[in-house]
């Protein structure tokens, strides 16, 4: 993400984005168990974050006009992710984050990963959603900020790499995009979450562990 609010076009606020959201973290809440201190890297509108039920809540967004979405009890940096590495070692237990890692580079996931082992609590938990290349090939530089291609065949090999194991992994949970014409009421979101057909899922759903 760049400084400023140059992807307002490309990332708009939806208002069916929220329903949304809601189920997934319902869907998530209850797979990840109790979390007290959960950091959200590139939160966006937060609308993840604000709804997750952690004690403590940070967040880190590169544009400052995201921090106007945030509700009160979530502390938005304006700063990239690798500002993660200034927060006490091992006091963190679940980081997530939402169509991120796909934007970054192999150097700059080299750097950023180690630092989010580091700030997990032991056995804490890195969960994220994200592009399934395998699904969406033939969308996934539609958008030009991807930088590199991820899949879940490639995840334990590449989450070893860095100290982690998978715990779960649902290689599509999600349609490939918010803006999708599948509908979003939030109980038809709750019964695609938990069905085992997913028409247009490219998204999956990764729970990793530090080992």
């Not at 209850?30 to 939160?43: F, S, Y």
């Not at 509908?183 to 979450?193: C, G, I, S, T």
């Amino acid at each position: 993400m760049t400084k400023g609010n140059p992807y307002k076009d490309r990332y708009p606020l939806l208002k069916s984005r929220r329903h949304v959201w809601h189920e997934i973290v319902r869907f998530i809440a209850k797979n990840v168990g109790d979390i007290q201190t959960l950091v959200e890297l590139g939160p966006g509108y937060c609308d993840f974050i604000n709804l997750f039920p952690a004690f403590n809540k940070i967040a880190y967004e590169i544009n400052p006009e995201m921090k106007l979405y945030a509700a009160d009890d979530v502390r938005v940096y304006c700063d990239d992710a690798m500002a993660v590495s200034r927060l006490e070692i091992e006091s963190v237990d679940m980081v997530f984050a939402s169509n991120f890692f796909e934007h970054l580079d192999m150097n700059e996931l080299d750097d950023l990963m180690p630092e989010i082992r580091k700030v997990l609590r032991p056995r804490g938990l890195l969960v994220f959603i994200q592009p399934n290349y395998r699904f969406c090939e033939k969308n996934y530089f539609d958008d030009p900020t991807h930088k590199t291609i991820f899949s879940d065949l490639m995840l334990p090999e590449f989450l070893g790499k860095y100290g982690f194991a998978i715990r779960t992994l649902v290689p599509a949970l999600l349609p490939f995009s918010m803006k999708s014409r599948l509908p979003k009421w939030q109980f038809l979101v709750r019964l695609y979450l938990n069905s085992p057909i997913k028409p247009m899922a490219a998204q999956m759903y990764v729970v990793a562990v530090k080992e």
